[in-house]
């Protein structure tokens, strides 16, 4: 069982800038993807930013290119999401989820492990 552990959302100005960290229970480099995800008040959860431990890739929602970027250090077990000049519309509660090299990683349902979520706030 792997916990993940989310941390470093607050409320911020719109234009400021957050890092999220995602630390996980045991070592991150075998996860083969591992997901940040967004959920507003009343919408569906999706997804942001996924890193492809195995090859180095990254995906990045088009919402969010050019203004976040997700990133990790296996020797803390922890991966990021380092989140420029947000707006109002990126206020959300974010989770991190890890899923294994068969999953679909654009599939919420089919990631094995979920953190509790962070919420992060933007006002304009």
């Known amino acids: 069982q792997v916990h993940l552990v989310e941390s470093g959302g607050g409320s911020v100005q719109a234009g400021e800038s957050l890092r999220l960290s995602c630390t996980a229970s045991?070592?991150?480099?075998?996860?083969?993807?591992m997901s940040w995800w967004r959920q507003a008040p009343g919408k569906e959860r999706d997804r942001v930013a996924t890193l492809y431990t195995d090859v180095g890739v990254t995906y990045l929602a088009d919402s969010v290119k050019g203004r976040f970027a997700i990133s990790r250090d296996n020797a803390k077990n922890t991966m990021y999401l380092q989140m420029k000049s947000l707006k109002s519309e990126d206020t959300a509660i974010y989770s991190c989820?890890?899923?294994?090299?068969?999953?679909?990683?654009?599939?919420?349902?089919?990631?094995?492990?979920w953190g509790q979520g962070t919420q992060v706030t933007v006002s304009s």
């Open positions: 989820a890890a899923g294994g090299s068969w999953i679909r990683p654009d599939r919420a349902t089919e990631y094995s492990y």
């Open positions: 045991e070592n991150i480099a075998g996860r083969h993807y």
